[in-house]
């Protein structure tokens, strides 16, 4: 998502950046990562892209999921 001087690529780049991970840009998305902080990243970029009415942010992400699990399992 970022250039080598850590700026945004542009908005073609970006883009095709999606498209390469797989992503269809159609499609309702929830994005997570470790703690919410990385995906909000992504969530600003699809934002950019005109995108942001298809996505959301699970800001617990996977932190809080695995504390969740733990807690179910113990």
Known sequence: MLTDDLTLKSKEELRKEFEKQGVNL?????L?????????VDLFALA????YDKC???????SEFVIKIIIIIY
């Open 32 to 40: 997570y990562c470790g703690s919410g902080v990385t995906a909000s």
């Open 56 to 62: 959301k942010l699970y800001d617990g992400s996977w």
């Open 26 to 30: 159609d499609n309702d998305l929830t």
């Open 48 to 51: 950019l892209l005109g995108k």
